[in-house]
């Protein structure tokens, strides 16, 4: 189904494009930018992966690569041979949040099974045998929830999961025992980070349960006002109770940030008028800039479209640029590699282009 | 000669223009934005300022103001009263460099005499009873001294300094006895600064006795690369003699300056590109900007206009931006008095009018 040649216009079209699920749609986008579910699952008869040799790694990739076409025959799937690719292709599939940076340092049999509009990713031989990802734009955690179900019991059809009556499904790590299931939304609370209310909301998330991160997942810090909320406890309770729990408590989020964001715009017009005139201009003007400057400037003009303050850009613009301005996708745009001096200044010259009038 | 209605006409005009030592002219004026040269003079059988009451410094004013225009009969020049003024009033011509921060506090009878284009400024009951002050744009401290030597001796056909034979010009504080002459250049050393070498030139004009000060003389800390640097030995040696040591020095650091600038260019091209580029950004894109950031932004973009990398904008507007966005410009051009916050929206708004394209 897939040859090489298949894979090198695959990322081609890839860098060129934007996944559906950061369109800017769906419900609350102006503060959810994507929700996520993510199961982890492991083909009963083979070992995890921590014991599994190359050739167990190989016969696993075949095996789920295809139990995952056989379960979604229509559906134009994409795989990617990730052991074959270059440091630049892996980390343009990391950008894309199809893949994790586990995935492209390990090493071994390995691959993405990726779904048109990139709603859908199935990493083979990460953590877990599969890793089943489906992304959607806004708060969409039961569609999210939907999808990925229906796939994992195409899957089930030609294989069968290590499962235990007891616990649930198993996994390589205690964590994930039980349902599998991770649960997160990214929400951009730059309200919520400038008047420091942040802390309270990791409190309070920590006290149910459900962790803070980066924007990268675990480990990694909060970038540019950006924040995954996902679920820490997978054993236990339904993957139907998590969903519940987690539309208890988004909503709260996003009407925090919202009273936060009428607050500042009433009583500190000025200042955030000015914060993101700034940004735009900075974008627009630097000539050299950092992947984490772009984010936090990005972060401001993201909030001044949600605010009415910004009209002539849309979310969808500014959301693909998250990703875009990324080294990988510079480098394959430019077709090399880029020292970091070279990529800063690639990635202004981007940003003007998207975003500059003159 | 001048009624309350002219001295308002002529603030009026003053806050719309320019003086024309700003035009960025005359030699060396990428780097020598001005030269001035100050004479302190009293006159004799009139006490000293910190023994003079309200009736001697009245006597004083009407004295020097007789003296001053008998000397000078046909060019134009406009007596301010400077004990009439309001705060508003008093500071613009401050920012003008017309008159001193001291005569904008003191109390009691005071005034300035402003010729035309700005190039002459006169202070009466200063420190000392006047202060003839000569300012053009460029190194040109011969023509200076040239001007203010004509009114001076003008002046003494009228009026008797306080002179000792042996000791030269008396004046109020010993470190002006003898020619009662300042010289002095404000220069702009971004590549100096830049590069940290001005510690050089600090160390080395303090070993000559020059005095390296900010923009505002005595005091003042420099702000956004710009330096006065001036004579401190008054006594001793002749006006000429301050004059040819001056010619000595200055090209001497105009020339080190021109080096770093080159070094920059042609070494660090892309970091110099991007911060003329965002300072430009900047400039025409906030919505509020404090008077300290909009100095080290106009420096930098004054040097970017030096080095041919803008070329749309001319050294003599932003030579003109520094004067009109200081604070009483600013009110002045409103109409009236603007708190902080309220000025720093005008400011930016006043510089986009100026700088922006949009």
């Given at each position: 189904m897939t040859s090489e040649h298949d894979t090198a216009g695959f990322l081609e079209e890839l860098s060129r494009t934007s996944g559906e699920w950061l369109k800017g749609d769906g419900p609350d986008a102006d503060?959810?930018?994507?929700?996520?579910?993510?199961?982890?699952?492991?083909?009963?008869?083979?070992?995890?992966?921590?014991r599994a040799d190359d050739d167990v790694r190989l016969r696993l990739v075949e095996t789920l690569r295809r139990a995952v076409l056989a379960a979604a025959p229509d559906e134009g799937l994409q795989f990617i041979n990730v052991a074959l690719l270059d440091e630049m292709d892996s980390q343009l599939l990391m950008e894309r949040q199809l893949i994790s940076r586990e995935l492209t340092v390990m090493d071994g049999p390995r691959g993405v099974i990726v779904g048109p509009g990139e709603h859908l990713s199935v990493m083979l031989n990460e953590e877990d045998h599969l890793r089943i990802q489906v992304l959607q734009s806004g708060f969409a955690l039961q569609e999210c929830w939907n999808m990925a179900d229906a796939l994992d019991t195409g899957i089930e059809a030609s294989a069968t999961y290590a499962f235990?009556?007891?616990?649930?499904?198993?996994?390589?790590?205690?964590?994930?025992?039980?349902?599998?299931?991770?649960?997160?939304?990214?929400?951009?609370?730059?309200g919520l980070r400038m008047t420091r209310e942040i802390q309270k909301v990791n409190q309070a998330a920590q006290k149910i349960n459900l962790a803070v991160r980066g924007l990268y997942g675990e480990g990694s810090q909060a970038l540019g006002d950006f924040f995954q909320i996902s679920n820490q406890v997978t054993l236990g309770c339904s993957e139907q109770e998590l969903i519940e729990n987690m539309h208890e408590v988004i909503p709260q989020i996003v009407g925090y940030e919202r009273r936060v964001r009428e607050l500042l715009c009433r009583e500190n017009r000025q200042a955030l008028d000015d914060k993101i005139a700034r940004a735009r201009a900075i974008l627009t003007g630097a000539r050299s800039i950092s992947s984490d400057e772009t984010l936090h400037l990005l972060s401001s003009l993201r909030m001044g479209i949600n605010l009415g303050l910004v009209e002539d850009i849309s979310i969808g613009d500014v959301n693909a640029l998250f990703v875009h301005t990324q080294?990988?996708?510079?480098?394959?745009?430019?077709?090399?590699?880029?020292?970091?001096?070279?990529?800063?200044?690639?990635?202004?010259?981007?940003?003007?282009?998207?975003?500059?009038?003159?």
């Open positions: 503060i959810v930018v994507s929700s996520r579910v993510r199961l982890a699952r492991n083909i009963a008869g083979f070992p995890f992966m921590t235990d009556e007891e616990l649930g499904y198993l996994t390589a790590c205690p964590t994930n025992v039980g349902t599998g299931i991770r649960l997160s939304v990214m929400v951009h609370l730059p080294p990988s996708h510079l480098q394959k745009l430019h077709g090399g590699p880029l020292k970091t001096a070279e990529r800063n200044a690639a990635r202004a010259s981007y940003l003007q282009s998207r975003l500059g009038s003159a």
